[in-house]
């Protein structure tokens, strides 16, 4: 098993649905990270997290911490959020070392 | 925000040729830049954590003889592939924290390396 599960795998949207990706984890962290990348393959960091809720335009990040679990929400889904978001986790102990989930990709459809 | 680059963005060479991939923090200093490869339709795995000053660190799995990491200054990383072969085309990616806030790492663009 891995220590990062995403789900799902792959997700077809209509525009301007509401997303929802999910993250879970195994193991004690220090932060996890949400990462968007596109089909050029340049990787974008969309929040860090260790608790609670962050928030960038349309898109929101939350993290429960105690149920190891965190979710990226897209609210109006456009075409161009079209990417794979991937969930990293930076584990407990101080390195920076990041494990990285297999990440979902995300197709929205106009 | 923090611009991390990468040099060249794809590169094609022949088998036995060696080539080097550059990582570049464009405004900020990083103590600790991370090499990283992807294989199609995977996520990305560590290859070594590169140390400013110092050798880098390799994962497990990993050969230091034909991965060569050099991190010459708080700026620039370098990955030297060396006599490549077919297997080693991937998209090769590094990321960077910033010395202040190391935690928050900013990725390059990568670059795609094809070995014929």
């Known amino acids: 098993k891995n220590e990062v599960e995403q789900s799902p795998q792959n997700l077809t949207a209509q525009e301007g649905e509401f997303i929802t990706i999910n993250c879970s984890y195994s193991?004690?962290?220090?932060?996890l990270h949400w990462l968007q990348q596109h089909p050029g393959g340049g990787i974008v960091s969309l929040f860090m997290?260790?608790?609670g809720k962050k928030k960038h335009g349309r898109l929101i990040a939350t993290i429960n911490i105690q149920e190891k679990h965190s979710s990226l929400h897209i609210t109006a889904s456009h075409p161009r959020d079209s990417a794979v978001y991937i969930c990293?986790?930076?584990?407990?102990?101080?390195?920076?070392?990041?494990?990285f989930g297999k990440g979902t990709k995300l197709t929205v459809n106009p | 925000g923090a611009v991390v680059s990468q040099h060249p963005s794809w590169v094609i060479c022949k088998s036995g040729t060696s080539v080097k991939i550059e990582c570049r923090s464009l405004?900020?200093?990083?103590?600790?830049m991370f090499w990283y490869r992807q294989f199609p339709k995977q996520s990305l795995m560590l290859m070594a954590t590169?140390?400013?000053?110092?050798?880098?660190?390799?994962e497990q799995g990993v050969e230091k003889d034909k991965f060569l990491i050099n991190h010459a200054s708080l700026t620039l990383s370098t990955l030297t592939v060396t006599s490549a072969h077919p297997e080693d085309s991937s998209f090769y990616i590094c990321?960077?924290?910033?010395?202040?806030?190391?935690?928050?790492?900013?990725f390059g663009p990568g670059t795609r390396l094809t070995v014929t």
């Open positions: 990321s960077a924290g910033p010395v202040l806030f190391p935690s928050q790492q900013y």
């Open positions: 193991v004690g962290i220090s932060a």
């Open positions: 997290l260790s608790s």
């Open positions: 990293a986790v930076r584990l407990q102990g101080g390195s920076e070392k990041l494990v």
């Open positions: 405004d900020f200093q990083a103590t600790t």
């Open positions: 590169s140390n400013e000053g110092s050798k880098a660190t390799y």
